[in-house]
């Protein structure tokens, strides 16, 4: 998946997220390949991945 500049900038503005300019293309390029990688593994793995549940970016700091 191919992003532009302008979609990245309206993703980040979307959640309050300032990239500075100079770092617009970077990021741009990462965001995408992330997507691309993500899109890959999902076509792969097909319908098992909605038997997984998933896991919380944030771990809650209680001991199990």
């Not at 300019?21 to 792969?44: F, N």
């Amino acid at each position: 998946m191919n992003l532009t500049r302008e979609q990245v900038a309206a993703l980040a503005a979307a959640v309050e997220l300032d990239i500075p300019e100079p770092d617009l293309d970077g990021v741009t390029i990462r965001v995408s390949a992330l997507l691309s990688a993500m899109k890959a593994i999902e076509d792969e793995l097909g319908a098992d991945m909605d038997a997984v549940d998933p896991v919380p970016p944030i771990f809650p700091r209680e001991d199990f």
